[in-house]
């Protein structure tokens, strides 16, 4: 469930109408609702609730600082990936025993900032990362605390651009050899080994596969506390997924998750943490866009809409479904007509929708992109010198923009002109 829905004809972003934020705003722009953010926090929070946990947002999602302050108000910790997310998550407020560090390559001066700055853990993925870890740590005097990302080989049944757990991936250590892996942790000066880490992908609709990866990391658990190890915490990961499409498929939800989660692990009596991303972000958030053309074409009509694949790239990176509504509600029964649905950009590849069945459209209509909250601005670009699109948060009647639309002079500005030219 979200906070977007139709009110008095008009598509309302909690109580604010979408119309009046577009009037003001103008068109493109990401519009999140704080009470769909709070309220996916809130349902992973409970879904753990009795066992220590930690929900630690993937911030990679959605990252503008209004949004995650909105949830670190909430107790949320952040899981990042960079330096720049980490820098991003302090800034915010976060403490540093509130971030855990994942990626595949962080570089040593990323290590260095998080350890200068204070970390909760680092999730190591390779050996050669783990002693990058500990040779910086013994430089700054620190202990660093780490889990080890397994790969489990697992078939997460996702997007292959976004499965992360099957062998051939480059993700963590196969864990076939996690136990000489942390013996060599172990070893270390500078490392304290906390836990295992594990994470199989993203936009997972089935449990089944999470079922398999963390029974594999709780025999772990049992044969690495045999081995000696301290094992006090589990990281599991994201992956959840999410409804694109509100006509059908309809994944687990936060709660049964979590009662899969205790069915696994939960005899440890480790502090558990998850990832999560998508599912707080992904449904809280919406593109709004605006038609600029209707356009007929062989046998097909156009919807040419003022945003472009530079400000949504899910359709034309992984082949993904939007549902695209009309910010005026439609009356019922309407009939529909079959619409490409595509932006302004120099590419075939700038289409959201081939074929979508849609109410009648004119030229200025307002459009929302459902979805959109999780992947979204966080992976737009200024392709086409097309300026990043604003963000917008609403707060029950309020709204503020969280992140202006740069001006044409700001852009060409980052230029600098060599002195040869
Ligand atoms: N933890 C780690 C280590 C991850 O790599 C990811 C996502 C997450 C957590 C969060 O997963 P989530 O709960 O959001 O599924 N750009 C793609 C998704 C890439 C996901 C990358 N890793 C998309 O638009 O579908």
Known sequence: MDHFLYRDGVLCAEDVAIDDIAAAVRTPFYLYSTATLERHFRLFDEALEGLPHLVCYAMKAASNQAILKTLA??????????????????AAGVPGNRIVFSGVGKTQAEIRAALVNGIRQFNVESE???????????????????????????????????????????????????????????ALPGLKVVGIDVHIGSQLTDLAPFELAYTKVAELTEALRADGHEISRLDLGGGLGIPYARSNDAPPLPTDYGALIKRCVGHLGCEVEIEPGRLIAGN?????????????????????????????????????????????????????????????????????????????????????????????????????????????????????VIRARPTFDEIINRDTIPAWL
């Open 73 to 90: 108000g909430l107790g949320a910790g952040m899981d990042v990936v960079s330096g720049g997310e980490y820098a991003r998550a302090v």
């Open 284 to 400: 809280a958030g919406i593109l709004v866009s605006r038609v600029i053309y209707l356009k007929s074409g062989e046998g097909r009509d156009f919807l040419i809409l003022d945003a472009a694949m530079n400000d949504l790239i899910r359709p034309a990176m992984y082949e993904a479904y939007h549902d695209i509504v009309p910010v005026m509600e439609p009356p019922a029964g309407v009939e529909l007509a079959a619409y490409d649905i595509v932006g302004p950009v120099c590419e075939s590849g700038d289409t959201f929708a081939k074929g979508r069945m849609m109410p009648p459209l004119a030229e200025g209509d307002l459009m929302a992109f459902r979805s959109a909250g999780a992947y979204g601005a966080v992976m737009s670009s200024e392709y086409n010198t097309r300026p990043l699109i604003p963000e917008v948060l609403v707060h029950g009647d309020q709204y503020a």
């Open 128 to 186: 050669p990362e783990m002693r990058a870890i500990s040779d910086v740590a013994v430089s700054l005097g620190v202990v660093a605390p780490i889990t080890i990302r397994v790969n489990p080989d697992v078939d997460a049944k996702t997007h292959a651009k976004i499965a992360t757990g099957k062998s051939e991936n480059k993700f963590g250590i196969p864990i076939a050899r996690a136990r000489d892996v942390y013996a060599e942790a172990a």
